[in-house]
């Protein structure tokens, strides 16, 4: 469906540390942050597990249309595989569904090259996936 290019994975990292490992993994995928056409984030609908997300989208991403996942498969062990699964076919299909837009006045994109899995747990546990077309 997809090339998954990298993958990371912090523990307890601070604001400094979460910006230096999303451009570590970018860096390393060949990949600038302006390349990023979406970033999947792990949305669950409450506010202290929601917050770090939108900061660190909107320091590092502004304007980058934001997918969510959770709405639909919920919060569980497997919620990220299920995530993963989603935006490895938005990269195959070359199209992102309106139904994980997290703004769903958002215009759908074309020509889809990569996308950022984000995920997190109680801001400990942070994980990152770059996904890139098979064309790429």
């Known amino acids: ?3 998954l290019n990298r993958i990371d994975i912090q523990y307890c990292p ?7 490992a999303i451009s570590q993994l ?4 060949g990949c600038s942050l302006e390349e990023i056409d979406t970033v999947m984030i792990g949305l669950n ?3 202290p597990n929601d917050q770090i997300y939108t900061e660190v989208c909107s320091e590092l991403f502004p304007g980058t249309q934001l997918l969510h996942y959770k709405h639909l498969f ?15 076919t938005c990269l195959h299909q070359q199209r992102l569904p309106v139904h994980l837009f997290v703004n769903p006045q958002e215009k759908e994109k074309i020509g ?6 984000y995920n997190q ?6 994980s990152f996936i770059l996904l890139s077309s098979c064309g790429e």
């Open 1 to 3: 469906l997809c090339r």
């Open 121 to 126: 747990i109680e801001n400990k546990n942070h």
């Open 112 to 117: 889809l090259k990569h996308i950022l899995f």
């Open 26 to 29: 970018l860096d390393q995928g």
């Open 14 to 20: 601070s604001r400094e540390e979460l910006h230096a």
């Open 74 to 88: 919920g919060e569980s062990p497997s919620a990220s595989g299920l995530g993963v699964y989603a935006a490895a």
């Open 45 to 47: 609908g409450q506010e």
